[in-house]
């Protein structure tokens, strides 16, 4: 995040300095986003061809382990970040080489890999992109198991025999769904009643049943109660009084901010905790200081932080040159679609792509709404994507102001969907509207023709 806010104030012609204390590009370049979806794209495209008749037979065997390993390895360019350094010389950006501490208002000091230290003071801003790191629970010896986390699962060299995931959000279930697909035997240990929580719980179910299709052993309603290695094996005792053991077990199980050791303490904030920020990412009470990504807790998605790193570069630039900051919700120095709009894609077999509110949180909100529902296998373009199409598509209608205030999909290939029900919900387009936006035939968008006419019929 911190690489596109600086993309947008070195534009607007102000001196910027970059501190970064691993590698440049961050979680998402080395540790999530690229990676994991370089281990699945394989996987689902596997799943994809064995559902198109004339194909099917031709991909039963198994993946290729070493090739699909060797293409997340590509992806993370073997996780170094000269791309990375080259792009900010590019630029014209600053960086500094290892870690940095707030030290006073609009002071940061950086104390090298060498143990030195150097101190810089910023005129106008400081931004902390620092992001977020795995959230282990608190189970005796789990240091001594080493267990995987995120980073681990996402960058391991081979391929677990027997994997335990614990968890059942988005990292858990992408993790079960690569590494079963790879040759792991998954165990999913998932302490609520079901995967995916945050999303529609037709998301979770049709997810859940296409794992254990798959192979997966899916345990829901199961805490892990305590967790050893012996004799290099895992071992995990359930709170049933299950005993399972793994090569491997993955800890899904939360985030949390990297703001431990920031120095927010020199300027009266609390080490370890969230960044509260306005709509301008700028930090609650202090008029210099900006939080963006993970760590100011809106919204925990990649092109959610990139979009608030350019709010907040804009918003930088424009106080720093006493231009008029335009703010109302969809100004350019405001961030609203991490309020309304979050759009994000599971990339499971099949797909869960959702954005806006669920029904349920709609109501909770205090909005009207109707929830419509289509099968997606009734849609002609999924019929031809895929020989057995399964899948379910949901949009929820404020009926007072008659747009969308959420749209929820599973199934395969819906990840491209997302973005149509995406303008509609941050562009409030209204429904009377939407049926002149005509999908094209035969295509699996053409469920938006589906869903407005099960809206008018019900």
């Not at 009207?368 to 031809?384: K, P, Q």
């Amino acid at each position: 995040m911190g690489e596109n806010v600086a993309d947008r104030t070195r534009a607007a012609g102000l001196t910027t300095a970059i501190v970064e204390s691993e590698l440049v590009g961050g979680e998402c370049s080395y540790w999530a986003c690229m990676p994991s979806k370089a281990l699945l794209r394989p996987v689902i495209a596997r799943a994809d061809a064995r559902r198109v008749p004339g194909l099917s037979q031709s991909v039963q065997g198994s993946l290729d382990a070493s090739a699909v390993l060797a293409h997340r390895d590509y992806y993370t360019n073997h996780w170094k970040d000269d791309g990375q350094i080259g792009w900010l010389d590019s630029i014209g950006a600053d960086l500094y080489r290892g870690h940095g501490r707030l030290t006073g208002a609009r002071t940061v000091t950086v104390t090298g890999p060498d143990g030195g230290e150097r101190v810089l003071t910023a005129r106008h801003a400081v931004a902390v992109c620092a992001g977020s790191r795995a959230l282990l629970p608190r189970l005796p010896g789990l240091d001594e198991v080493k267990p995987w986390t995120s980073r681990e699962a996402t960058s391991s060299a081979s391929v677990p025999g027997r994997l335990i995931v614990v968890g059942g959000g988005v990292v858990a279930t992408e993790m079960a769904t690569a590494w079963q697909a790879l040759g792991s035997q998954v165990t999913m240990l998932v302490r609520g009643k079901g995967l995916l929580a945050r999303m529609e719980p037709f998301a979770g179910e049709l997810v859940a049943e296409a794992l254990t299709e798959a192979g997966t052993d899916v345990r829901t309603g199961t805490s892990v109660e305590s967790v050893t290695r012996e004799n290099g094996t895992v071992v995990a005792v359930t709170d049933k009084g299950d005993r399972i053991e793994a090569d491997e077990i993955l800890f899904a199980t939360g985030r949390a901010p990297r703001t431990d050791d920031i120095g927010l303490d020199t300027i009266g904030l609390d080490p370890g905790s969230w960044l509260p920020v306005d709509d301008s990412l700028r930090v609650t009470g202090h008029d210099w200081l900006y939080a963006v990504g993970d760590v100011n807790h809106r919204a925990l998605l990649t092109h959610q932080g990139k979009y608030q790193a350019r709010i907040a570069g804009a918003a930088i630039a424009a106080r720093a040159t006493g231009e008029t900051l335009l703010a109302e919700p969809w100004g350019a120095h405001a961030a609203t679609a991490d309020q309304a709009a979050v759009a994000q894609v599971v990339f499971t077999d099949p797909e869960a792509a959702a954005v806006g509110l669920s029904l349920a949180e709609a109501e909770q909100a205090g909005h009207r709404v109707r929830a419509v529902d289509v099968d997606l296998s009734t849609v002609s373009g999924a019929g031809l994507y895929a020989d057995g199409y399964k899948g379910r598509a949901r949009m929820v209608v404020d009926l007072e102001d008659e747009i969308l205030r959420g749209v929820t999909l599973v199934g395969p290939g819906v990840g491209e969907l997302i973005h149509s029900a995406t303008i509609a919900v941050a562009g409030q387009v209204p429904v009377s509207r939407l049926w002149h936006a005509v999908p094209s035939y035969p295509t699996i968008s053409e469920v938006w023709l589906r869903l407005l006419e099960a809206y008018r019929d019900s």
